[in-house]
Structures are given as C-alpha cells and as structure tokens.
C-alpha cells in the first residue's frame, strides 16, 4: 500500500477498505495508460455516428399544451417552431414565453420524459 500512495494506510483501516483502494489504484493506473488508445476508440465511435436531424417530427405537426388554463400551440416547420404567428429556433424559447421561467421545450410539449 505504501508503495502506491506513498504513505502509511491508517491503522485501524479495515481490510476490505484496504483491498478496495488498491484495486481502485491498479484500475486507475491501467487507465492512465491506456488514456491515448481510449480517446482513439472514442474518436473513431464518434466518427462513424451520424448526426441526427434537428427536428425529428414532421413539418405540419401540431403540439398543444395547456398552461394555466390557456391552450398553447405550436406548428413545427421544416427549420423552426411557430406559436403566436411568431417563428423561434426551438422549443425551449416557447416553453419560456409561455411560464416565465427556463424549462426544456420538448419536456415542456410532453414530447421527453
């Protein structure tokens, strides 16, 4: 143990504590080596991911919510959200108009849990 932390475990630490922290030790080594191959698979998975589309709800649909006894609702199109005759570039600036405080659109629109 003190080879790898380079002091003394206390003396009343349990045995399980101490196994515990020396794997924890080897783990956390073995992923500092590992650090530039890791971020090589990681940049290779997100290479290959495609980016999903902005929007994934056809333009047309309708999203009704009811706040405070006032029906909202709003129309996607093809590159952004109208409600009230006015355009917004997501959700979220809607869901804000509409109570006065910052709330995730789509969770707002009952379309996230």
Do not use: C, D
Not at 34 to 53: F, P, Y
Not at 94 to 113: D, H, K, Q, Y
């Amino acid at each position: 143990m003190k080879k790898s932390y380079k002091y003394s475990p206390p003396v009343k630490a349990q045995k399980e504590f101490l196994l515990g922290n020396i794997s924890w030790h080897i783990q956390a080594q073995s992923i500092v080596k590992n650090a530039s191959e890791l971020r090589q698979k990681i940049v290779r998975s997100v290479s290959k991911h495609k980016a999903s589309s902005k929007f994934t709800y056809k333009p047309g649909t309708r999203l009704i919510r009811e706040w405070h006894g006032t029906s909202h609702e709003v129309t996607i199109e093809a590159t952004h959200f109208v409600w009230q005759k006015r355009k917004y570039k997501n959700l979220s600036e809607i869901a804000r108009e509409v109570t006065g405080t910052r709330w995730s659109g789509p969770r707002f629109f009952g379309l996230t849990n």
